[in-house]
């Protein structure tokens, strides 16, 4: 099995350990690689798009030739999780902010998504959210964080924080506007992990 993670910009590392802990924690051997330019997509087993700034990402995956490869290996069935930047990068439908900067989208789930619907940086917090099949609350780390603001109904709401959807699967897609890579809860990384067998 092989786990990429896209590297070109954002919480890259972060993602690498995580998802390496999750492996670990789950005895499956699997390597976990780090993708910066194209060819590699193709070869991977499960992909992670990480947080970062969402239009600087878009536009660089479209430079390097990751966008489409990322787009192919989707509409194949291969699981992709997408964290806050990657959350937006997945999505259909972006808001005016979106429309604005001509932000490139991955355009893969049924999802409307409003880029920076928990503010700024400083805006940045922490809330327990309950997310479904995990049992136990959840606590999410929000970082300039996007939000869900509709989905089609082929999307199951997994979780939702101050009546926002926070997080949504649609298939063998996974978008997150919280980071549970920068916790050390693994539950979601375990979660991402039973969708690739």
Do not use: W
């Not at 194209?38 to 969402?54: N, T």
């Not at 700024?120 to 929000?142: H, I, M, W």
């Amino acid at each position: 099995m092989r786990i990429g993670v896209i590297a070109i910009q954002g919480n890259v590392e972060e993602h690498v350990n995580a998802i390496s802990r999750a492996l670990k924690q789950s005895n499956l051997e699997a390597e976990v690689i780090k993708i910066k330019h194209s060819g590699l997509v193709p070869v991977c087993d499960a992909i992670i798009l990480p947080g970062g700034e969402s239009t600087t990402l878009g536009r660089l995956m479209e430079r390097e030739g990751i966008a489409d490869e990322i787009k192919k290996v989707a509409i194949a069935g291969v699981p992709v999780m997408g964290t806050c930047a990657g959350l937006v990068l997945l999505a259909k439908y972006g808001d005016m902010q979106v429309e604005r900067t001509k932000q490139p989208l991955l355009r893969l789930m049924d999802i409307h998504v409003n880029r920076n619907a928990f503010g700024r940086q400083r805006e940045s917090y922490e809330c327990q959210v309950d997310f479904k099949g995990l049992g136990l609350p959840f606590n999410a780390v929000f970082i300039r964080a996007p939000a869900i603001t509709g989905c089609g109904k082929n999307v199951e709401i997994l979780s939702k924080c101050n009546g926002l959807i926070v997080a949504a699967r649609e298939k063998n897609m996974l978008a997150l506007a919280f980071h549970p890579e920068l916790t050390d809860d693994m539950r979601i990384h375990h979660y991402f992990l039973k969708m690739v067998g």
